[in-house]
């Protein structure tokens, strides 16, 4: 059974930069994905997906929202997906899920990480 599981998310001030990453929890001949998306959630709003890696062409694909400055990026050999976030704002305070080989909008809809806080003061 594959878990995904993110890190690197903490409090820091706005004007930063942190970067998460989202690991297959065991060796799966599935990885690399069919894809990899990341998503936020902030309190007492939906759920809103940030963009999408598919790693076996590197193509990606982000919403406007937080275009050019998060970067999604991959590293096969480590089973490890990234989300690279710069310039962060208050805004930017949620919890920050990884998703893979779903087939929704940005990956979503088969596996899912439990999150990690960004929280940005």
């Known amino acids: 059974h594959v878990q995904l599981v993110e890190s690197g998310g903490e409090s820091t001030q706005a004007g930063g930069s942190l970067r998460l990453s989202c690991v297959a929890s065991?060796?799966?001949?599935?990885?690399?994905?069919?894809?990899t998306g990341w998503f936020r959630q902030a309190p007492g709003k939906r759920r809103e997906g940030l963009g999408v890696i598919f790693p076996r062409t590197g193509y990606t694909m982000y919403a406007e929202s937080i275009k050019y400055r998060f970067i999604i990026t991959q590293d096969n050999d480590k089973n490890t997906a990234y989300l690279e976030m710069r310039d962060l704002t208050p805004e930017d305070t949620a919890v920050y899920y990884c998703?893979?080989?779903?087939?929704?909008?940005?990956?979503?809809?088969?596996?899912w990480g439990q999150g990690t806080q960004v929280t940005v003061s």
């Open positions: 065991r060796d799966t001949d599935r990885f690399p994905f069919t894809c």
């Open positions: 998703a893979a080989e779903g087939q929704e909008a940005y990956c979503g809809g088969a596996l």
